[in-house]
C-alpha cells in the first residue's frame, strides 16, 4: 500500500541547522512519497487509509552509511587498540571466517536481524573478499526491508594470506562477475566497488576496479584520513600523490563522475577537502570508531560549512554498536571536546545539526531520502518514548532531544522503508 496518511508528532529538518516539529499532525503518503503536511487533514485525502499513531513522535529513517558486517560479531572487542593493531588483531582474523558460508550464514543473519529492527532505514555495507558469503549477505539484506549498497571488499596487498585475493587477474574477475549476478537481481540491494583502503590495494587492482566503475556506472565506498599511522603509510606507498585523497583520485575513484563514499575523514587538510567539496564525495562521519580507536575527532560542523556531503555512521565495530541514536549523541559530545581542547574555530555540533546528517545527509545518498519534504520517499521511524521516564511535563522539543540522546530499538514502535511498513 503506497497511499496512505499517518498521524502523529512530526520531526524532520527543514535545513542543515533547524528541525521542524509539527504536533498531531497529518503526512500524506502518495505513490510511496511525502505528499504534504497537515494540521486538519483536507478533504480530497481523508478516504485514504490512516494510520494514527497517538503521542508518538514519527521521524525520518536514518541513513548508515559506512558498517562492516562481517565485523558486527566482535563489536566491543578490542577497543584499547589504535587502527592498524585493531585490524591484524581482530578484524582480519574474523573476516577470514566468511570463506565458509555456514558461519556467514549465521552471522550475516544476526546482523540483518539487529539492523532492521534499529533506527537505520539505509546502509552502505562492507562485506568481505568472498563473493558467495558477500551475496548472501545481500540476500539477508533484502529479506529485511531495508535499502543498502553492499560492497565485496578487494585487497590484494598489506594483508594476511589468509585474506587476500589470489591475484589481481582473478580479483577483478569475481569483483565483475558478481557486479553482473546482482545489480539487477534485487529491488532494494545493490553492489558498491570497495576497494578496501589504499594500503591494502595495489596500483593495478585500482585501475582495474575504475574501470569497473565506468562500465557498470556503480559507486564506491572505502576509507580516508583515519588514523595518522594509516596517513604516513598512504605517504610511504604513494610517494607522488600530494594527499590521501590525491591517491583515489589519480585512480578516478574519488567522486567527480560517480557517488563516493569515504569514511572517517579525521584529518583532512585543506587540499584534501576542497578536493572532496569539489567531487561531491560523501563524509561517512564515524564518531565511535575515531573515539574507541583513537583515531581523533573531524571537524564536522566545518565540513558542513563548507557546503559538503556529510553523513553519519555507525562503523560497526570500530563503532561498539549499530544504534545510531548513540553516533548522534557521541558526534555531539566528541564536537564540543575538539572545540573546548583543539580548535574553537570549529564549532561544535548542534542537535539539529547531527540529527540532520543523520537522516538528509546520508539520506541523500540514495536520492530524496530523509526528510519529509514534498516528493521525498517515504522512510519514516516511529517512536514511543513513554518508557523515557520523566516527572514534569515536556515540550515536543524537549522529547524529541531526549529521544535522540536516549532511544535505542525498544523505542521503535513502527518502521517505514519505501512506505513499506516493516514492523
Known sequence: MKNYVVKGNLCYSENANSVRLLPNHYLVIENGLCAGTFAELPEKYRALPLEDFGDKLIMPGMSDLHVHAPQFSFRGLGMDMELLDWLNTYTFPEESKYRDLEYADRAYESFARHLRVSATTRAAVFGTIHVPATTLLMEKMEKSG?????????????????????????????????ICDTKDRFQNTYPIITPRFIPSCTDELMH???????????????????????????QELCPDSKFYGDAYDRFGLFGGDHKCIMAHCVHSGEEEIELMRKNGVYIAHSP?????????VAPISKYMECGMNVALASDVAGGD???????????????????????????????????????????????????FE???EF???????????????????????????LSDDRQIAAKFVRAERLF
Open 146 to 178: 531495508l535499502v543498502s549498497y553492499i560492497g565485496k571488499v578487494n585487497m590484494n596487498r598489506n594483508s594476511p594470506d589468509f585474506l587476500c585475493e589470489t591475484s589481481v587477474e582473478q580479483a577483478l574477475a569475481d569483483t565483475e562477475q558478481w
Open 208 to 234: 582495474g576496479l575504475r574501470k569497473l566503475v565506468e562500465k557498470y556506472k556503480v559507486p564506491v565506498q572505502s576509507h580516508l584520513s583515519e588514523n595518522y599511522g594509516e596517513i604516513a603509510w598512504v
Open 288 to 296: 565511535l570508531s575515531n573515539s574507541n580507536l583513537s583515531s581523533g
Open 321 to 371: 554498536t549499530e544504534n545510531l541514536f548513540r553516533s548522534i549523541g557521541h558526534a555531539i559530545r566528541a564536537s564540543k571536546l575538539r572545540w573546548r581542547l583543539l580548535d574553537q574555530q570549529v564549532a561544535a555540533l548542534t542537535v539539529d545539526q547531527a540529527f540532520y546528517i543523520a537522516t538528509v545527509g546520508g539520506g541523500s545518498f540514495f536520492g530524496k531520502v530523509g526528510s
Open 374 to 376: 514534498d516528493g521525498y
Open 379 to 405: 522512510d519514516a521511524i516511529v517512536i514511543d518514548d513513554t518508557a523515557l521516564d520523566h516527572p514534569q511535563e515536556l515540550s515536543l522539543r524537549a522529547r524529541f532531544e531526549r529521544s535522540l540522546y
